[in-house]
């Protein structure tokens, strides 16, 4: 039986609507989700020009409704958190261990941001009569969700604060797992954070979880910089966006860290120019991370690589999502991972327009979109 939906819908000229889609029940490994929560973050608003109908959305977290019937692994009721790395578990990157990049059914690496074997039937949302795809195979920004199996992590946890569990599939992740996972941060290393947004400030929560000794944040923003000091920030400066890839900002860096830089440098502006900017940070032999997924051709001085420096780019933390999301949310529980500190301010759908601003201009760590 088919049920209506309240829904963001990318129309692909850089404009959405509020619109109501059709979903039909779950197919034998698919489930239906009642949507509670969904974060927002700027790959949303980047889904406005794919050039494409799209439902929009790719986080989020909500309560099963209906399960299909070879599903085994959820029943109605359960409280569970939407993950867009769906993993096969069967292809060479599965099998390595790396979920996160799975060849067949990730929407990043297989299908361009578009329809993968991880995707829910294509006819089973159709609005104006119309399949319709789910952004990063989800399409959270919808009352409900119709998604494979294997996008869902059950979480058990007595009065869920579902705005703070559906922030962990996207930045949180992303934040915490560049740290831990991709970078293997040791206890008593020296940090550098480029960029104190949503994903900055999960990497500085991480690395004050991982016990660095001193964690440098970095931002243009005046505001950012004393909110990175409420998730473990030791030290801020400001810098100048006049400074041509944070040149010299970096000397004053390498002065603070004895001369010589920082153990660890993450960037995470996702300004292009700023791709390379993280090895001037670090010290020989150190390691620099690219958080924010750059996808363009930047010019790099090879001499910052000297000497036996190490860069790194990972997605999405390395995510193995039934790992990490309960690790992830002990973490919340025990009060070191700071979820409910990271969401500003929350929203209805129908204010998603004024969301995507205050996103835009700087004025929330996490935004989120919350369902009645």
């Known amino acids: 039986m088919s049920i209506t939906s309240k829904s963001a819908i990318a129309t692909g000229d850089g404009k959405f609507i509020i619109d109501h889609v059709t979903l039909s029940d779950p197919l034998e490994n698919e489930v239906l989700v009642k949507m509670k929560a969904a974060g927002l973050c700027h790959t949303d608003y980047d889904s406005l020009s794919w050039g494409k109908p799209v439902l929009m959305g790719h986080e989020g977290a909500g309560l099963v409704t209906k399960v299909g019937s070879k599903v085994k692994n959820f029943k109605q009721g359960d409280q569970v958190i939407l993950n867009?790395?769906?993993?096969?578990?069967?292809?060479?990157?599965?099998?390595?261990?790396?979920?996160?990049?799975?060849?067949?059914?990730?929407?990043?690496?297989?299908?361009?941001?578009?329809y993968t074997p991880g995707h829910a039937h294509l006819e089973g949302t159709l609005w104006?009569?119309?399949?319709?795809?789910?952004?990063?195979?989800?399409?959270?920004?919808?009352?409900?969700?119709?998604?494979?199996?294997s996008a869902l992590v059950k979480v058990d946890h007595d009065n869920l604060n579902f705005s703070a569990a559906s922030i962990i599939s996207c930045g949180v992740m992303t934040g915490y797992g560049s740290v831990v996972n991709a970078a293997k941060l040791k206890a008593g290393s020296s940090v550098v954070v480029l960029g104190c947004g949503g994903v900055g400030l999960n990497v500085i929560n991480a690395?004050?979880?991982?016990?660095?000794?001193?964690?440098?944040a970095v931002d243009?923003?005046?505001?950012?910089?004393?909110?990175?000091?409420?998730?473990?920030?030791?030290?801020?400066?400001l810098a100048d966006k006049s400074d041509k890839g944070?040149?010299?900002?970096?000397?004053?860096?390498?002065?603070?860290?004895?001369?010589?830089?920082?153990?660890?440098?993450?960037?995470?502006?996702?300004?292009?120019s700023l791709g390379a900017a993280p090895l001037a940070m670090i010290r020989n032999a150190g390691t620099a991370v690219q958080v924010s997924?750059?996808?363009?051709?930047?010019?790099?001085?090879?001499?910052?690589?000297?000497?036996?420096?190490?860069?790194?780019?990972?997605?999405?933390?390395?995510?193995?999502?039934?790992?990490d999301f309960p690790k992830l949310m002990r973490l919340y529980k025990k009060g070191d991972l700071k979820l409910d500190q990271m969401i500003t301010r929350e929203y209805q759908l129908e204010d998603l327009q004024q969301a995507f601003d205050d996103m835009l201009q700087g004025k929330?760590?996490?935004?989120v979109i919350v369902f009645n």
């Open 84 to 114: 867009w790395a769906t993993p096969c578990m069967s292809c060479f990157q599965c099998q390595e261990g790396n979920q996160h990049i799975c060849e067949n059914n990730s929407p990043v690496v297989a299908g361009g941001n578009g």
């Open 128 to 149: 104006k009569g119309k399949p319709i795809e789910r952004s990063f195979n989800l399409g959270t920004l919808s009352e409900y969700a119709l998604v494979k199996e």
């Open 207 to 216: 690395c004050a979880i991982s016990g660095a000794a001193s964690i440098l």
């Open 220 to 237: 243009v923003n005046p505001n950012k910089l004393e909110l990175a000091k409420q998730f473990g920030a030791t030290d801020v400066m």
């Open 246 to 272: 944070l040149s010299q900002l970096a000397i004053k860096v390498k002065q603070l860290f004895d001369g010589r830089g920082a153990d660890y440098a993450f960037e995470c502006t996702a300004i292009p």
């Open 293 to 323: 997924g750059i996808e363009e051709e930047i010019t790099v001085d090879m001499r910052l690589f000297e000497w036996d420096k190490i860069y790194i780019n990972p997605l999405y933390g390395k995510c193995r999502p039934e790992i």
């Open 364 to 367: 929330n760590a996490k935004g």
